[in-house]
């Protein structure tokens, strides 16, 4: 063994003059066989080249709204018009509305599912810092996103009652809403599909010279799937203009963050790829756009790939096949909602500056209560989708094998069609 060492650190001194490397207590010169090394110093104290658990130095979080509203420092108050800021109050607040409405109506049986969003409604602000071209990956706590660029409480509806007026003609679950229009893609239910497709599509962004980007929203529990590594991995080597945008709020379904890493939460991830990390405040919304901002314009300007984590807290059961009182302290879930919710912090501000009051909204939770009783009764009543929709969108045209599993389909309810409610479907 010692002449195995000896005969390793002869080589390494002889490679170091051959390089010209400084191999006591300085910096390398070069980079052997393309390796990253440049810059990297010696040291002859181990402990200096560790990082002792016990040592840890958590990234602090970035934020411009303290919980009540109070902007803590005027520079960095965003360039964003009253128009946009009461767009997003107006947005979170309906949001709101609409996971009451929507999880009412899974407990009475009119749709199949739902997921709830509140506690975390400020990603909107992320929504607001992009430009409208640039795609969404999403997972299922984003749907905001999609509202701020034009989608509607009646194509939500549509979506969760999968009738023939859902963009994905009742191919998916409620909740897992997209728009080619809005670009916006298709959310999938496996945990973290998302997340390598999305530095894939930004680098064929980046191939056709386009002046765009990609974001990639996901929660904590996504963040301990490889895909999440393989994504990462990928952005940061081959430069892809993508945002990672996190939303860690505590829990993976019923499961902890301290059940799910050791670390530094997700952020601390970020140098290990050579990516830019940002710690944000989740319910602020102007430290959010701040940072998704700047993510933007790192990721469409330098072709490098940005991490940001937002710090949030669930208030909501994971979704309607959950139950949060399980598992999480109802009493610390009440104390967010009292006083840390981010509908709260940005009503105060607006209210302070003279652009939200108590009747105006008010008159909002009765606008979108009633668009929502009216329109679930509108969208439970439409058909649903032709059943040649089982078949199409997947292959520009059909496939043999598909046209004779949709032949033997229609031949098996032609004889058991008493056994169908084929009265419910587009005829």
């Known amino acids: 063994m010692a002449s195995v060492l000896v005969r390793a650190v002869r080589s390494c001194t002889r490679l170091c003059a051959a390089k010209n490397w400084t191999a006591h207590g300085r910096s390398l010169s070069s980079n052997p066989g393309g390796h ?46 009253n128009t946009q800021l009461v767009k997003m109050l ?18 009475m049986g009119l749709i199949s599912f739902y997921m709830m969003s509140s506690g975390e409604e400020a990603v909107v602000a992320s929504a ?26 009646d194509q939500v509806l549509d979506q969760s009652f999968g009738n023939w007026l859902d963009l994905a003609k009742g191919r998916q679950m409620p909740v897992h809403f997209g728009s080619k229009d809005l670009h916006f893609q298709f959310i999938s239910s496996p945990l973290s599909t998302q997340m390598p497709q999305a530095p894939g599509y930004a680098y064929g962004i980046k191939l056709s010279g386009k002046k765009n980007c990609v974001i990639c929203y ?66 602020d919304v102007f430290a959010i756009y701040n940072a998704t901002k700047h993510a933007r314009e790192v990721a469409v300007n330098e072709h490098r790939p940005v991490l940001i984590e937002s710090m949030s807290y669930r208030l909501g059961s994971h979704s309607t096949s959950d139950d949060q009182t399980g598992y999480q302290d109802m009493n610390i879930v009440e104390q967010w909602k009292r006083e840390y919710h981010p509908v709260i912090r940005l009503r105060n501000y607006l209210v302070e500056k003279g652009l939200w009051d108590a009747e105006r909204e008010k008159g909002l939770l009765a606008a979108v209560s009633d668009k929502l009783k009216k329109g679930l009764n509108r969208a439970r009543d439409e058909p649903k989708p032709h059943l040649d929709y089982l078949f199409e969108d997947v292959h520009s045209k059909l496939t043999p094998r598909l046209e004779r599993q949709k032949r033997e389909m229609m031949e098996h309810i032609k004889e058991y069609k008493d056994y169908y409610p084929l009265n419910q479907h587009e005829s």
């Open 90 to 107: 107006e947005l979170m607040i309906t949001v709101g509305v609409m996971d009451q409405q929507l999880y009412k109506a899974q407990r």
């Open 128 to 153: 607001a810092a992009l430009a409208h071209d640039d795609m969404v990956f999403a997972q299922y706590r984003e749907p905001i996103v999609l509202y701020w660029r034009g989608y509607t409480i």
């Open 218 to 283: 996901f929660g904590d529990g996504a963040a301990q799937e490889g895909d999440a590594h393989a994504a990462m991995n990928f952005a940061s080597t081959r430069g892809c203009p993508v945002i990672f945008f996190c939303r860690n709020n505590g829990y993976a379904i019923s499961t902890p963050t301290h059940d799910q890493y050791a670390g530094d939460g997700i952020v601390s991830r970020g140098p290990g790829y050579g990516m830019e990390s940002i710690r944000v405040d989740g319910n």
């Open 36 to 81: 990253s090394w440049s810059g990297i110093q010696y040291t002859t104290d181990m402990l200096a080249g560790s990082s002792p658990h016990k040592q840890q130095v958590f990234r602090p979080m970035y934020q411009v709204l303290d919980h009540t509203g109070k902007v803590l420092d005027a520079a960095q108050v965003p360039d964003l018009s």
